[in-house]
């Protein structure tokens, strides 16, 4: 399941990415990257402060994303 960009513009960027902890009943967690900094609305990013799978997720995304657009070019 790919990340949703919600928002991408110079302030920042939001993802919505689903979180697939139990099956059958994904939820729905906010990445978002303001100051250089990553951050996750998933309870082990707000107790670990550590990035989490959903931010991994996110960032091989974009790694992917910024692949293509190589090819592309
Ligand atoms: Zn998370």
Sequence with gaps: ?????????????????????????????????EDMIWFCTCPDFHFRKRICKHIRQVEDFIDRKYEEYKMEV
Excluded: C
């Design 1 to 33: 399941m790919n990340p949703r960009i919600l928002i991408a513009d110079n302030q920042g960027m939001m993802f919505e990415v689903e979180s697939a902890s139990e099956p059958g009943n994904p939820n729905i967690v906010n990445v978002f990257y």
